[in-house]
């Protein structure tokens, strides 16, 4: 049986950009995701797209081997690089919509970005500290307050997503930006479980989540350096 068409499955054009594929990835999943009502064959399918577009490479093989060209905006890479400033001979628009970019990344992520680290940075010293002995009450309170003040950062982190929508074209990032949020902030819902109850699966959980988390964050500076070149 033909393996079908990763993307008609995800409802893109072959010239679409790798935010644009992203975007549909994450929309088709929050859709069709069994935990959502969805079905599992249909998630299947979603994700076995996403496997060949989502990843630059095995996109070029499929694409050379369909015949097909790629769009020069980029490949699955993430969001396509936007100028910082404005282009000589650029219309008023343009040079609006530039501005936009630039002062949404000042002004939104670059704050979002400086609390994430002060959560997502002191986590492993924060660990070894309780490792010490996680029954003593003392390293015990001193990890709930580090947590405790995850929270609240993680609230302002919230706020200021909200506080002002990202450009068209930084959806792509926008989104990547979201998920490592939601990493950070599941990661403290598992922490603080394991305060209540020493069950080290959500320990566990909650390190690798933190892990994925500072990944992602360190993905999304690179990104920016590209879209402020």
Known sequence: ???ADPYAVLGVSPQASGAEIKAAYRALVK???????????????????WEVLGDCERRRRHDRLHGR?????GGSGGASPA?????????????DHEAAV????????????????QVINPFPAQLRALAADPYDDRLMEAFCSFL????????KVESLYRSQAGPQVLQGFCLDL??????????????????????????RDGRELLRKAGARRRQLKQDRLQLMA
């Open 31 to 49: 859709r069709y995701h069994p935990d959502a009502g969805g079905d599992a064959t249909t998630i299947l399918a979603i994700n076995a797209a």
């Open 69 to 73: 060209r790629q769009s020069s905006r």
């Open 83 to 95: 100028p910082a400033t404005p282009r000589p001979g650029a219309s008023p628009r343009a040079a």
């Open 178 to 203: 979201y998920h490592c949020l939601s990493l950070v902030k599941d990661a403290l819902v598992d922490l603080e479980r394991y305060t209540m109850g020493y069950v080290d699966s959500y320990l």
């Open 148 to 155: 405790e003040l995850s929270q609240a950062r993680l609230a």
């Open 102 to 117: 630039r002062r949404w990344l000042q002004q939104v992520y670059g704050p979002i970005d400086r609390l994430l680290g």
């Open 1 to 3: 049986m033909p393996q």
